[in-house]
């Protein structure tokens, strides 16, 4: 049986850290589900590791429907998410629950929207017509134009502040979960202690009710810099599913992220 957001949300209230990693095909769904992995998210990161696309951006609804078809096949207890891509949002609520309802179509068991406050409508518009959505706020890169870079965001008071307040308001606008990438590891304490709802981390320290890594950044195959928060598990791994099950024990454990992999 495939894992559901209950189950999800009851892994948080135990106490139980969720194991996260991007994912784009079917044989890589079945490994990594079979590895221990509870969630896979069709990232649309998927435009910088599979297609080479210098920023998310180039990525469409079409792409991640042909994607998320793809590691929908190849699972069956792994819950799924996808990404919304970029302009496939930010016109309208009704506009917005046409397009996640083809990534719903297509496998997708709930959908992950960028956007602080700026997409509590929508997010109410899609959750009251059932559409679970995981909001994702704090370093996000379809907006890398408009932050000028990947940088840390919510280092100020008044920008943590904000971001606090965000995810109050997303919570209470029906979020099922919220994504925080490359925040200040006390932030996304304060935040997750804050929240009912799990809170996904990458690059917001060992305090997250879930932690999500890119899966080739995972497995060592990043070009150009590394970010801090990455941790290259094949390292010690003598195979690909040696090295996705001790990324499970070390998220389930809190060993992964260690202190030095946030900010
Ligand atoms: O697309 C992606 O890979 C993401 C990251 C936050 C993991 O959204």
Redesign the pocket.
């Known amino acids: 049986m495939r894992t559901t957001l209950r189950t999800l949300q009851r892994m948080c209230d135990n106490g139980e850290r969720i194991s996260v990693l991007?994912c784009y095909d079917a044989s890589f769904a079945l490994l990594l589900e079979n590895s221990g992995v509870d969630v896979l998210?069709v990232?649309?990161?998927l435009g910088n590791v599979l297609q080479g696309e210098e920023t998310?951006l180039p990525v469409t609804l079409d792409d991640m429907v042909y994607h998320t078809r793809c590691v929908a096949r190849g699972s069956s207890k792994a819950f799924i998410m996808v990404?919304m891509p970029f302009g496939t949002s930010q016109i309208s609520p009704e506009n917005t629950f046409e397009n996640a309802a083809e990534l719903m179509a297509a496998g997708a068991n709930m959908v992950?929207i960028e956007g602080g406050h700026i997409m509590t409508e929508t997010i109410r518009f899609l959750t009251q017509r059932g559409i679970p959505v995981c909001a994702?706020i704090g370093l996000m890169?379809q907006s890398v134009h408009l932050l000028g870079g990947y940088k840390v965001q919510g280092k100020t008071h008044s920008q943590a502040k904000r971001l606090l307040e965000d995810a109050v308001i997303l919570e209470k606008a029906g979020a099922g979960m919220l994504?925080m990438?490359a925040v200040p590891s006390t932030l996304a304490k304060k935040i997750t202690k804050t929240l009912v709802i799990p809170t996904i981390g990458?690059g917001a320290g060992r305090n997250c009710s879930a932690q999500?890594?890119?899966l080739y950044d995972m497995l060592g195959i990043y070009s150009g810099k590394k970010s801090r928060f990455i941790k290259n598990f094949m390292v010690s791994a003598d195979s690909i599913s040696e090295a996705v099950e001790n990324y499970v024990k070390e998220v389930k454990s809190g060993k992964f992220p260690g202190l030095e992999h946030g900010f």
Do not use: A, F, M, R
Request: hydrophobic share 40%; proline share 6%; glycine share 6%.
């Open positions: 991007t998210l990232g649309d990161s998310t990404d992950k994702h890169p994504l990438e990458i999500v890594l890119v």
